[in-house]
């Protein structure tokens, strides 16, 4: 072990999930809950041209320009929210189905209209950083100043407190303890389950965890060899979701689709998406479409299993 990297920590889950007691299913009896989660990012990406340390290296290409602005980045991010936006939001207005929103704080003061249309929508904003990074190597103040920024900037365009947090990539060995000292309801720093799980605070009270995908992800339309075509992203999310709803037959279940608007949001992706929803809407009488807020406190009100484990 490398005695400079503190040990502390979540704990490591290898242990079977815990058996749910027959008939217990989330609202209207449905057995899927789905979390259709949009990432706004735009403008909280690492750039020189905001005073930033360096530029950042992904977006339609991996590239990464040192010592002067990228103009190429800086216009992709922008594409997200210039036109991917509107893309994305139409399609769930029309359907009147909610979105969580993990909104990165200084994108947010970019893009003030999202907390507008959250609102008039009924969307939830989740805290995702005040830049778009992760806090793995941050120092406790750093992370905590960031975490206090970030929640100050919702509330202040939202009118509310987030209930939420997901970090981008790892969180630090400390977020989570963080977070609920700050009173959230939730994280979504675990890809290790298909269902929420509880765990205690300090005060004993419970902590619920909401799990994060990343394949069910338009992200990997970034990945070399993985989402190509739009129909790639709709055939695969929609194996997740067929899956998921045999197994919720006899235990529900729980599937988040990734979202981004500089991904999905483009001509020809957005098409996958439109797959996805189709399909959903077909097994309508399944599926709760929900916020991820609405996940965490129906789990924690009928919660089936106690809070366990380690923080």
Request: some cysteine; hydrophobic content about 40%; charged content about 25%.
């Amino acid at each position: 072990m490398n005695p400079t990297l503190p040990a502390a920590g979540p704990r490591r889950r290898f242990q079977p999930r815990p058996a749910l007691p027959e008939g217990w299913r989330w609202p209207q009896g449905r057995g899927l809950a789905l979390s259709f989660v949009l990432n706004i990012e735009e403008g909280a990406e690492f750039a020189l041209g905001a005073g930033d340390e360096r530029n950042e290296g992904v977006h339609e290409v991996v590239n990464e320009i040192r010592g002067v602005r990228d103009l190429c980045m800086e216009t992709h991010f922008e594409y997200g929210a210039r036109c991917g936006y509107d893309r994305v939001l139409q399609r769930f207005a029309e359907r009147h189905w909610p979105l969580t929103l993990n909104v990165c704080g200084r994108a947010l003061e970019h893009t003030p209209w999202v907390a507008v249309d959250a609102l008039r929508h009924g969307h939830e904003l989740c805290g995702h950083g005040w830049r778009w990074e992760s806090p793995a190597h941050m120092d406790e103040p750093t992370e905590r100043e960031h975490l206090a920024r970030t929640v100050a900037t919702i509330e202040r365009f939202w009118g509310r407190r987030p209930a939420g947090w997901h970090c981008k990539s790892s969180p630090s060995v400390r977020t989570r303890s963080l977070l609920q000292s700050m009173g959230f309801l939730y994280d979504s720093d675990d890809y290790g389950d298909d269902l929420p799980y509880l765990l205690p605070r300090a005060d004993g009270t419970p902590h619920v965890v909401l799990p994060y995908a990343f394949d069910t992800n338009d992200m990997r339309f970034f990945d070399r060899a993985s989402f190509v075509h739009g129909r790639d992203f709709g055939d695969y999310v929609i194996a997740a979701i067929d899956t998921l709803l045999a197994e919720s037959a006899h235990a529900p279940r729980m599937l988040t689709v990734g979202l981004h608007t500089r991904i999905i949001g483009r001509p020809a992706r957005i098409g996958g998406l439109d797959m996805v929803l189709a399909h959903v809407a077909r097994h309508a009488d399944d599926i709760w479409v929900a916020r991820r807020e609405d996940i965490a406190r129906h789990w924690l009100a009928h919660a089936p299993t106690p809070a366990s484990g380690g923080a």
